[in-house]
Each structure stands twice: as structure tokens, then as C-alpha cells.
T-cell receptor, first 110, second 115 residues
Framework: DAKTTQPPSMDCAEGRAANLPCNHSTISGNEYVYWYRQIHSQGPQYIIHGLKNNETNEMASLIITEDRKSSTLILPHATLRDTAVYYCIVKAGANSKLTFGKGITLSVRP | DTAVSQTPKYLVTQMGNDKSIKCEQNLGHDTMYWYKQDSKKFLKIMFSYNNKELIINETVPNRFSPKSPDKAHLNLHINSLELGDSAVYFC??????????????FGDGTRLSIL
């Protein structure tokens, strides 16, 4: 079972920041927070991950609360191509599984 | 140059047939995975191989048999196909060497339809 909860859907306007929330209140100390997305008819795509510090890469930023019980994925300037299902996943060591939940459907409107 | 490639992309076949799906990765990863995404869009892991050794085997019917001839390939053979096997099957790879937080890279999926 997924150890995260996400709203089922959200939308944002093209060019604006998209802030996608995720709750993981039972996260363990050795578990990372991962974000993947799945654009229609494609395979899941890795976006970003973090342990406790905020992280940023060319795709997005990940903000993790100090107690690590929740996080927010930020797409700074959403485009129509960012419309997808976004999955927030907590995962421990190398041999542990990626367990996908229902994710959040982000719709970017023109 | 696709990192994780699956063939075929589409597979339509009759119930009861045996079929294989192939997966190859050119990322130099040592671990490969098979996932199944059903009609309700839930994505679940089926198998994982590390250096050709099975390390994850979820509750999957034994009609499904993964085969890893080398680290770069993980094929999925399915015997006696059933209607419920209709789904999209995704292959993925990652590296278990180094930091234990390496992300998985996915292929674009094989869409299996059973008639």
C-alpha cells in the first residue's frame, strides 16, 4: 500500500507555478521522498527526490517540511506539456520497492 | 538513443497463447524491473532482478516468468494468456551501486491486449 496521500487532481494556468502537495506522515528516518510523473501513454518519468533538505533540479523543486511529514513539488513555470499524473512515493534503501499510489492529476490550462 | 527500450510496443493476441516481451537498457544499470499497469491505472511492481538474480517477486501467477540473460536485458514470458493479463507492462532499470537512492528509469510500455 502507498504510504503517501495526495489530492486526486488540481489545475493551474500555463506559465504559473504548480504546487503539488503530498502527505507522508508515517515516513521513516531512512526513507526518501521521490516524485515521478506519467504523461499520457508514456512510462513514468523521474522528477526529483530528497531526504530532508530541499532540492532543486532543472525540472522542479522539492520542499520537505522540517518534520518530514509532508512535501511539495513545485513546477516553477508550468507548461501544457506538464499535464500528467504526478506520483509522490516514499522509499527506503536500494532493495526496497517503488510503490505507486493513485497520484495527483495535474491539468495545465492555456 | 532510448535508455530503456521495450518491444513490442503493442501486442494483441488470443487467450491461451504464450508471448514474450523484451526489455533492454543501455544505462549500465545492474537492476531491472517489470511493472504492470491495469485498466484502473494502478502501477504495481511484478519482479526485480539485480545482476541477473531475482530480488523482488511479488504475488504474480507462475504463468509469468522473467528471464535475465545479462544485466542489460530482462525479458518477460507469459504462458497461457488470460483476459485479465490485458494491461500495459513497463520495464525499468536502476543502479544499486553507490548511494542507495538512485531513481528508476522506465521504458514506454508494452500494451498487451488479450482477445
Amino acid at each position: 500500500d502507498a504510504k503517501t496521500t495526495q489530492p486526486p487532481s488540481m489545475d493551474c494556468a500555463e506559465g504559473r507555478a504548480a504546487n503539488l502537495p503530498c502527505n507522508h506522515s508515517t515516513i521513516s528516518g531512512n526513507e526518501y521522498v521521490y516524485w515521478y510523473r506519467q504523461i499520457h501513454s508514456q512510462g513514468p518519468q523521474y522528477i526529483i527526490h530528497g531526504l530532508k533538505n530541499n532540492e532543486t533540479n532543472e525540472m522542479a523543486s522539492l520542499i520537505i517540511t522540517e518534520d518530514r511529514k509532508s512535501s511539495t513539488l513545485i513546477l516553477p513555470h508550468a507548461t501544457l506539456r506538464d499535464t500528467a499524473v504526478y506520483y509522490c512515493i516514499v522509499k527506503a534503501g536500494a532493495n526496497s520497492k517503488l510503490t505507486f499510489g493513485k497520484g495527483i492529476t495535474l491539468s495545465v490550462r492555456p | 538513443d532510448t535508455a530503456v527500450s521495450q518491444t513490442p510496443k503493442y501486442l494483441v493476441t488470443q487467450m491461451g497463447n504464450d508471448k514474450s516481451i523484451k526489455c533492454e537498457q543501455n544505462l549500465g544499470h545492474d537492476t531491472m524491473y517489470w511493472y504492470k499497469q491495469d485498466s484502473k491505472k494502478f502501477l504495481k511492481i511484478m519482479f526485480s532482478y539485480n545482476n541477473k538474480e531475482l530480488i523482488i517477486n511479488e504475488t504474480v501467477p507462475n504463468r509469468f516468468s522473467p528471464k535475465s540473460p545479462d544485466k542489460a536485458h530482462l525479458n518477460l514470458h507469459i504462458n497461457s494468456l488470460e483476459l485479465g493479463d490485458s494491461a500495459v507492462y513497463f520495464c525499468a532499470s536502476s543502479s544499486l551501486d553507490g548511494p542507495d537512492n538512485q531513481p528508476q528509469h522506465f521504458g514506454d510500455g508494452t500494451r498487451l491486449s488479450i482477445l
